[in-house]
């Protein structure tokens, strides 16, 4: 009868062993990095939306959008398209960023001239759509500004 209680009392304790080992074994995340978009949407009259030429997009604490003169901070495989798709809601814009997801960024909207229009700071709800829970992966942002008059 005793030998029947250790064996039992070792089975239990192998279980919960086995059972907790299972809770700390890291997920083994392939080493690849990837890119974040942000897609901007710009609205306001036609006559303001037209007027900006460039938008820029900064995502982190502390952070300012990248001067034009800045080097670019992608490498230009994924720089961003160079003019804005068309809607019935305004123009936008498809942004590249690092893969952090904050939940505020940085947006600015440009002239011709390279000068700001406006810079505004916006809450983003990121959305992933690639990789894993566990290991993270490619997502998007949506923000919509209102170009000044």
Do not use: F, H, K
């Amino acid at each position: 009868m005793r030998g029947r209680r250790v064996w039992a009392a070792t089975g239990a304790a192998l279980s919960v062993l086995t059972t907790a080992a299972c809770g700390i074994v890291p997920t083994a995340c392939p080493a690849i990095g990837w890119t974040n978009t942000v897609v901007v949407t710009v609205s306001g009259s036609d006559g303001s939306v037209d007027a900006v030429r460039d938008v820029a997009v900064c995502t982190g604490t502390g952070c300012t959008p990248p001067a034009p003169s800045d080097p670019p901070v992608l490498p230009p495989e994924v720089a961003p398209a160079p003019s804005p798709t068309s809607t019935a809601a305004g123009a936008v814009w498809r942004l590249p960023v690092l893969m952090g997801t904050p939940d505020r960024a940085v947006v600015e909207l440009r002239d011709a001239a390279d000068r700001p229009l406006l810079t505004e700071t916006v809450r983003t709800r990121w959305i992933r759509y690639g990789g894993s829970e566990q290991c993270g992966g490619p997502s998007t942002a949506e923000v919509t500004v209102r170009a000044p008059r």
